[in-house]
């Protein structure tokens, strides 16, 4: 056992993360079960279907409650959560540089022990600056700078003229100057960003301002902006603020929700109760008004105005949004407090006010799509504000150091603010508390990492191996070398899993007679899943069909049922494209399966696309041990595909499933069903990868795949040598120690890749890493 570690007559081991428990107290628990009343911790994640992808604020959520527990007044993430924090013996955070969650599915085969130990994953946001978010390590090679403010214009703030063709902004809306009607949003976006639209089934009783008349690039401008509280009918407004181009306020006004307030969400709204019991004015009112007030050819803009139209229960067509029109990757967005004082200069939402003010946030809204249409894209580029919003927070950083120096105990403060406003001194925060932190693997600003950047991951494992049972909180940062993550490997990485993805989608079905039926093919393979294309084959000497599904359990389900079937009038044979690539497709489609991911998980086909998820739950109620049940949706229209996902609280009530679902009629339609392959994060991935655009021209793709295969072999090899020191420092932890091991994606000007997390407490349900 390792040896604990006193600090002022108490004791830390490997453990208390949860804060610093009396020695005499500790020593009792530390016998490895001569306690057997000592409580394990448990973790439960909700992530399964679209729950599954995580921001850097979430994940710091859950990093702070499991480092320093309810003593410290943190709170519970919002996304999971942990049982019997105060037992954890320690937080382990294993970071692989530079790698995310395309390196983890291509290698997929040699991460072994991370396929087996963790059970819970989640997609992870990439972000500029992945450890920055992560502890608030210093990310400017100049820190001096960072105090000057956002509005600096510096050589430094501003990018390569070669790097603004990656800025989301040029690609979105390209480099020239536009007029209005250019930025305004498309019905398709309009949708896909869930606006209020006329004639959609949600929206039938909404109001329609009918402002029909043809928009030009000198329509009116009206700044939009509303305070909602929670009732029992949910957000309701209470505030309603209307601002013309010149900035002039032409309605600011209190109105009556309907329902009983439940929260009035004072911080946020500044509403109180005082301030509503006077008020006569309702919603009815406030549309009649806004009616009135605006122009047949009126253009509305806000910040995620959506939200506002839809609490507003109006329908109007014609709006620019400047959560959108500022873009960024990932389908991030900036916040509007950020973006005014980035590019207008402009503190709104200042601490010292209670609440928001809607007048000032139209207000600063309307600014904004002014600047943005009057400067244009080019010079909007030019400001980088993601470099901007890496110096505020590192402008926040060096405050929180310097604060945290001069105050010392009263840190407490700081860890009653949310998550956002604490972040940068986490790390700061634990050592407060007693908890020093051990960070190895990169040199930090702060003198807290105890080694150096040219150490080597063997080093590194050795250090962690001796160390980490003596610290409660732990960052460990292993990589794979700048010769394997450079932008153009990563490149051909993608090509290669992009490839490989779209081969095992694939399948081939015949030989079919001449003039066969088109429709009733489709209809037989669209039995087993989601179709995303279907071609004839003419090239061979009978008619051959190429199907490719969204979903690797559709094309697995119809190589095993379709295959020697007759379809269309003849016996056909189905299999998948005979590839390099697709030689170990058997393997990999077996590990899937038997991934602890996918342990009581299975997937169903051949549901009535007008089944509802309310149906599909009483479809499936007499199940036994039905945990949850997910619908999976197409990203772009939202609508829900032929097919779910069940998940059971065991892995043998699914089996029993399968046996009773396959031939399963529901409202008409006969079920099929198999074993799950793909979770809701790697369903997400998936359907991304075949979504996104292709990549550069076929002679770089070439010369890069080409590169890439000279080192394929070395590569595998070092990924094999990772999993296993992961695996080795894994098993060195102590019982109870939450581990999460990251891949922290790509997020740069040569583009971006989603990270990957996983997760687990080790021994967690009694389950044990291979």
Same mark, same amino acid.
């Given at each position: 056992?390792?040896?604990?570690?006193?600090?002022?007559?108490?004791?830390?081991?490997?453990?208390g993360?949860?804060?610093?428990?009396p020695?005499?107290?500790?020593?009792?628990?530390d016998?490895?079960?001569r306690?057997?009343e000592?409580?394990?911790?448990?973790?439960?994640?909700?992530?399964?279907?679209?729950?599954?992808?995580?921001?850097?604020?979430?994940?710091y959520?859950?990093?702070?409650?499991?480092?320093?527990?309810?003593?410290?007044?943190a709170?519970q993430?919002?996304?999971?959560?942990?049982?019997?924090?105060s037992h954890?013996?320690?937080?382990?955070?294993?970071?692989?540089?530079?790698?995310?969650?395309?390196?983890?599915y291509?290698?997929?085969?040699?991460?072994?022990?991370?396929?087996k130990?963790?059970?819970?994953?989640f997609?992870?946001?990439?972000?500029?600056?992945?450890l920055?978010?992560?502890?608030g390590e210093?990310?400017?090679?100049?820190?001096?700078?960072?105090?000057?403010?956002?509005?600096s214009?510096?050589?430094?703030?501003?990018?390569?003229?070669?790097h603004?063709?990656c800025d989301?902004i040029?690609?979105?809306?390209?480099e020239?100057?536009?007029?209005l009607?250019?930025?305004?949003?498309?019905?398709?976006?309009?949708?896909?960003?869930?606006?209020?639209?006329?004639?959609?089934?949600?929206?039938?009783?909404?109001?329609y301002?009918?402002?029909?008349?043809q928009?030009?690039?000198?329509s009116?401008?009206?700044?939009?902006d509303?305070?909602?509280?929670?009732?029992?009918?949910?957000?309701?407004?209470?505030?309603v603020?209307?601002v013309?181009?010149q900035?002039?306020?032409?309605?600011?006004?209190?109105?009556?929700?309907?329902?009983?307030?439940l929260?009035?969400r004072t911080?946020?709204?500044?509403?109180t109760?005082?301030?509503?019991?006077?008020?006569?004015?309702?919603?009815?009112?406030?549309q009649?008004?806004?009616?009135?007030?605006?122009?047949?050819?009126?253009?509305?803009?806000?910040?995620?105005?959506?939200a506002d139209?839809?609490?507003?229960?109006?329908?109007?067509?014609?709006?620019?949004?400047?959560?959108?029109?500022?873009?960024?990757?990932?389908g991030?967005?900036?916040?509007?407090?950020?973006?005014?004082?980035?590019?207008?200069?402009?503190?709104i939402?200042?601490?010292?006010?209670l609440?928001?003010?809607?007048?000032?946030?139209a207000?600063?809204?309307?600014?904004l799509?002014q600047?943005?249409?009057?400067?244009?894209?080019?010079?909007?580029?030019?400001?980088?504000?993601?470099?901007l919003?890496?110096?505020?927070?590192?402008?926040?950083?060096?405050?929180n150091?310097?604060?945290?120096?001069?105050?010392?105990?009263?840190?407490?403060k700081q860890?009653?603010?949310?998550p956002?406003?604490?972040?940068?001194?986490?790390?700061?925060?634990?050592?407060?508390t007693?908890?020093?932190?051990?960070?190895?693997?990169?040199?930090?600003?702060?003198?807290?990492?105890?080694?150096?950047?040219?150490?080597?991951n063997?080093?590194i494992?050795?250090?962690?191996?001796? +160390? =980490?049972?003596?610290?409660?909180f732990?960052?460990?940062?292993? *990589?794979? #070398?700048?010769e @394997?993550? $450079?932008?153009?490997l990563?490149?051909?990485?993608?090509?290669?899993?992009?490839?490989?993805l779209?081969?095992?989608?694939?399948?081939?079905?015949?030989?079919?007679e001449?003039?066969?039926?088109?429709?009733?093919v489709?209809?037989?393979?669209g039995?087993?899943?989601?179709?995303?294309?279907?071609?004839?084959?003419t090239?061979?000497?009978?008619?051959?069909?190429?199907?490719?599904?969204?979903?690797?359990?559709?094309?697995?389900?119809?190589?095993?049922?379709?295959?020697?079937a007759?379809?269309?009038g003849?016996?056909?044979?189905?299999?998948?494209?005979?590839?390099?690539a697709?030689?170990d497709? +058997? =393997?990999?489609?077996?590990e899937?399966?038997?991934?602890?991911? *996918?342990? #009581?998980v299975? @997937?169903? $086909?051949g549901?009535?696309k007008s089944?509802t998820e309310t149906?599909?739950?009483e479809?499936?109620?007499q199940?036994?041990?039905?945990?949850?049940?997910?619908?999976?949706?197409?990203?772009?229209?939202?609508?829900?595909?032929?097919?779910?996902?069940?998940?059971?609280?065991?892995?043998e009530?699914?089996?029993?499933?399968?046996?009773?679902?396959?031939?399963?009629?529901?409202k008409?339609?006969?079920?099929?069903s198999?074993?799950?392959?793909?979770?809701?994060?790697?369903?997400?991935?998936i359907?991304?990868?075949?979504?996104?655009?292709?990549?550069p021209?076929?002679n770089?793709v070439?010369?890069?795949?080409?590169?890439?295969?000279?080192?394929?072999?070395?590569?595998?090899?070092?990924?094999?040598?990772?999993?296993?020191?992961?695996?080795?420092?894994?098993?060195?932890?102590?019982?109870?120690?939450?581990?999460?091991?990251?891949?922290?994606?790509?997020n740069?000007?040569?583009g971006?890749?989603?990270?990957l997390?996983?997760?687990?407490?080790?021994?967690?349900g009694?389950?044990?890493?291979c």
């Amino acid at each position: 056992m390792a040896k604990a570690v006193c600090v002022n007559g108490y004791r830390r081991p490997g453990g208390g993360a949860g804060g610093l428990q009396p020695a005499g107290k500790r020593r009792k628990a530390d016998g490895g079960g001569r306690c057997p009343e000592k409580k394990s911790s448990r973790l439960s994640a909700a992530l399964f279907g679209d729950d599954c992808e995580i921001n850097h604020d979430q994940l710091y959520e859950l990093l702070k409650y499991a480092a320093l527990g309810k003593c410290h007044n943190a709170t519970q993430p919002s996304w999971c959560r942990i049982y019997h924090q105060s037992h954890l013996a320690g937080v382990v955070v294993i970071v692989l540089h530079e790698m995310s969650q395309l390196h983890f599915y291509k290698f997929y085969l040699q991460f072994r022990h991370l396929r087996k130990a963790f059970q819970h994953r989640f997609t992870l946001i990439p972000s500029t600056n992945f450890l920055a978010s992560l502890y608030g390590e210093g990310a400017n090679p100049k820190p001096q700078n960072a105090a000057q403010g956002l509005t600096s214009t510096s050589s430094d703030c501003i990018p390569e003229s070669s790097h603004l063709q990656c800025d989301p902004i040029i690609q979105k809306y390209g480099e020239k100057k536009r007029g209005l009607t250019s930025y305004t949003l498309t019905l398709e976006e309009q949708e896909k960003n869930d606006y209020p639209i006329k004639g959609s089934p949600g929206c039938k009783d909404y109001i329609y301002t009918e402002c029909d008349q043809q928009r030009t690039d000198s329509s009116p401008l009206f700044g939009l902006d509303c305070e909602m509280c929670l009732t029992a009918k949910g957000n309701e407004v209470t505030r309603v603020s209307l601002v013309d181009a010149q900035g002039q306020c032409l309605l600011n006004e209190l109105v009556k929700p309907e329902s009983t307030v439940l929260n009035y969400r004072t911080r946020f709204s500044g509403i109180t109760k005082k301030m509503l019991l006077p008020v006569k004015t309702t919603l009815s009112d406030i549309q009649t008004r806004l009616k009135k007030l605006l122009p047949n050819d009126a253009v509305l803009v806000g910040h995620s105005l959506n939200a506002d139209l839809q609490a507003l229960e109006m329908i109007h067509p014609s709006v620019i949004d400047t959560s959108l029109l500022f873009a960024r990757n990932e389908g991030r967005r900036f916040k509007l407090k950020f973006l005014a004082k980035a590019v207008l200069g402009k503190e709104i939402q200042c601490e010292q006010m209670l609440g928001h003010d809607p007048a000032e946030d139209a207000r600063a809204a309307l600014e904004l799509a002014q600047f943005f249409i009057e400067q244009g894209p080019a010079k909007v580029a030019e400001l980088n504000l993601e470099m901007l919003l890496t110096t505020e927070k590192l402008a926040e950083v060096l405050q929180n150091k310097a604060a945290l120096q001069q105050q010392g105990c009263r840190v407490q403060k700081q860890l009653n603010e949310p998550p956002h406003s604490s972040k940068p001194c986490f790390l700061d925060c634990l050592q407060v508390t007693g908890q020093k932190p051990l960070l190895l693997g990169r040199l930090d600003a702060s003198g807290l990492c105890q080694s150096n950047p040219s150490t080597s991951n063997k080093q590194i494992l050795q250090r962690a191996l001796e +160390d =980490v049972p003596l610290s409660a909180f732990s960052i460990i940062q292993f *990589n794979l #070398g700048p010769e @394997y993550t $450079a932008s153009h490997l990563l490149a051909g990485l993608c090509e290669e899993v992009r490839g490989k993805l779209t081969d095992m989608l694939t399948i081939y079905a015949g030989p079919f007679e001449e003039g066969i039926c088109l429709k009733s093919v489709k209809k037989e393979f669209g039995r087993c899943g989601p179709i995303q294309s279907l071609t004839v084959l003419t090239e061979t000497y009978q008619p051959y069909v190429c199907i490719q599904y969204e979903v690797l359990e559709a094309a697995q389900l119809a190589v095993e049922s379709l295959n020697g079937a007759e379809v269309a009038g003849s016996c056909i044979k189905v299999q998948r494209p005979v590839t390099a690539a697709m030689l170990d497709c +058997d =393997v990999l489609i077996k590990e899937l399966e038997l991934d602890v991911e *996918n342990e #009581g998980v299975i @997937y169903v $086909a051949g549901l009535k696309k007008s089944l509802t998820e309310t149906d599909l739950q009483e479809e499936f109620s007499q199940l036994k041990d039905l945990e949850t049940l997910f619908l999976p949706k197409d990203l772009q229209s939202g609508k829900h595909r032929n097919c779910c996902f069940l998940k059971f609280q065991k892995p043998e009530s699914a089996v029993e499933a399968l046996e009773v679902i396959n031939g399963w009629m529901a409202k008409g339609s006969r079920l099929r069903s198999r074993n799950a392959l793909a979770s809701g994060h790697l369903w997400r991935w998936i359907w991304q990868m075949n979504h996104s655009p292709g990549k550069p021209g076929r002679n770089i793709v070439h010369e890069t795949t080409e590169q890439l295969s000279d080192s394929e072999l070395d590569l595998r090899k070092k990924v094999k040598k990772l999993d296993h020191r992961i695996k080795k420092l894994y098993r060195s932890l102590q019982n109870n120690t939450l581990c999460i091991v990251l891949f922290p994606g790509v997020n740069s000007t040569r583009g971006s890749q989603s990270g990957l997390g996983l997760m687990g407490i080790k021994d967690d349900g009694g389950r044990s890493p291979c």
